[in-house]
């Protein structure tokens, strides 16, 4: 892991392209892209992009088991066990 932020210019991502690829996918970091001195894009492997998908996915589904045990939406899990195992025999 990088300490601080991989910044280069957008003329970098356009002039040293294969150089960013290695690097993030050597990394699994993104590089960030700045356009004119601000900061416009950030750029990462397709690996560590769907990483990043998949935490965020599971945060959702965490948050929705969440929510469902405050609101006492909930059942017991031999019950739901027995379910999905109905389900597979299908």
Known sequence: MIDMPT????SDLRNNYNEISDFCHQYDE???ITKNGQ????VMSIETYEKLVGKFELHKLLDEGME???NKEVRPFRE???DIEQGIQK
Do not use: H, N
Not at 7 to 10: A, D, E, V
Not at 39 to 42: C, E, I, P, S
């Open 7 to 10: 910044i280069r210019r957008s």
């Open 39 to 42: 900061g416009d894009l950030a």
């Open 30 to 32: 993104p590089v960030y």
């Open 80 to 82: 739901a066990l027995a």
């Open 68 to 70: 469902a045990m405050r």
